[in-house]
């Protein structure tokens, strides 16, 4: 017995209707309409689990009440009765939706088995119903803590570039603005090149920190008021391998380690540590490569004024394919990103 289960009998022929109701009433909830249009309207009101439904009535016929029903409400169970003459449609009714049929005249485990199998396919339906929406919510609960998770990575990835921009003003206050003004100058070459955004915002990054590795080097070298000597160069040669090991021991700063590892590298081959050239050098250290050169010119140093953007201009041309990529080069000199 299971009083919980709603069942609507809908037939315009008291008879009939009485009948199934009382066929029923003992083991379910069960309500009666004496017409289509009155069945839908209790329907809008209270969900019922099945419906036992008349093909032949006035007003709204079954087929087309079933049709609504369906749409309306597409988990509840649909029986519908019919007489013999009307069996073919009784059959086609079952393609749009209907659950079974009874035959008029019907006995009472007829109607019971019929209905018991109608609740049977409902109560799996709603069962696997249930099982999906908590699924969906489980996998929503999962897609928020990735997402929160994500927020939290990347608060911690941008408050340690921060606190290791910071390390690096503590020890040479230029580098700090330098390192800046490449990161942004590096961006907006690498959106011209058509780099996708992630990559765009990775290698702004990795500029900020691309001169991580001066923390290692002697203050003395690092704010000489002059050029410095062989010794003290070879010294400072030593700064992208000491950035790569501190950078090393943060797994979400990985990205920014070829930055940090080629930014000295040149197009032909004669830069350092390893003197790789071309297209052997990462997409992102050619582009840091430039965009630090053009900061460094267009900044003033002891030893020299700041050169103006002409001259900068004329450096570039005259370095493109040896020291620079020269498609890197190029998007400069055709004024697609604005310098400083």
């Known amino acids: 017995?299971?009083?919980?289960?709603?069942?609507?009998?809908?037939?315009?022929?008291?008879?009939?209707?009485?009948?199934?109701?009382?066929?029923?009433?003992?083991?379910?909830?069960?309500?009666?309409?004496?017409?289509?249009?009155?069945?839908?309207?209790?329907?809008?009101?209270?969900?019922?689990?099945?419906?036992?439904?008349?093909?032949?009535?006035?007003?709204?016929?079954?087929?087309?009440?079933?049709?609504?029903?369906?749409?309306?409400h597409p988990d509840t169970e649909v029986i519908l009765l019919t007489a013999y003459a009307s069996l073919e449609t009784a059959r086609d009714a079952i393609r749009f939706g209907a659950f079974d049929y009874l035959l008029k005249p019907f006995d009472k485990d007829d109607i019971l088995m019929v209905v018991e199998k109608g609740l049977t396919k409902r109560r799996s339906s709603t069962g696997l119903k249930m099982e999906r929406d908590i699924l969906l919510d489980r996998a929503s609960y999962l897609e928020k803590q990735i997402s929160e998770?994500?927020?939290n990575i990347m608060m911690c990835y941008e408050g340690t570039v921060n606190a290791l921009i910071l390390t690096i003003d503590a020890k040479d206050h230029y580098t700090y603005n330098h390192s800046n003004r490449v990161a942004k100058l590096s961006s907006a070459m690498a959106e011209v090149l058509g780099s996708p955004e992630k990559t765009i915002k990775e290698i702004e990054h990795a500029a900020c920190i691309h001169d991580i590795g001066k923390i290692g080097i002697d203050e003395n070298i690092l704010k000489k008021n002059g050029r410095l000597t062989s010794d003290e160069y070879m010294e400072m040669k030593k700064h992208p391998a000491i950035g790569v090991r501190i950078v090393q021991s943060v797994p979400f700063l990985e990205d920014a380690i070829p930055v940090i590892q080629y930014h000295h590298e040149r197009y032909d081959g004669k830069g350092y540590p390893e003197g790789i050239k071309g297209d052997k050098i990462p997409l992102a250290a050619r582009i840091v490569n430039v965009a630090d050169a053009i900061d460094?010119?267009?900044?003033?140093?002891?030893?020299?004024?700041?050169?103006?953007?002409?001259n900068v201009m004329s450096e570039l041309t005259n370095n493109a394919g040896t020291q620079f990529d020269p498609a890197i080069v190029e998007i400069i000199l055709n004024g697609r990103v604005t310098l400083f």
Do not use: F, H, W
């Open 1 to 72: 017995m299971n009083n919980s289960e709603r069942i609507l009998v809908i037939d315009d022929e008291l008879a009939p209707r009485e009948s199934i109701r009382m066929v029923l009433k003992d083991k379910y909830a069960v309500s009666t309409a004496s017409g289509a249009l009155e069945g839908l309207s209790m329907m809008s009101e209270n969900s019922v689990d099945l419906v036992v439904m008349d093909i032949k009535m006035p007003k709204m016929d079954g087929i087309t009440a079933l049709q609504e029903i369906k749409k309306k």
């Open 149 to 151: 998770a994500r927020t």
């Open 296 to 310: 460094a010119m267009m900044c003033a140093r002891p030893y020299r004024a700041a050169l103006t953007v002409d």
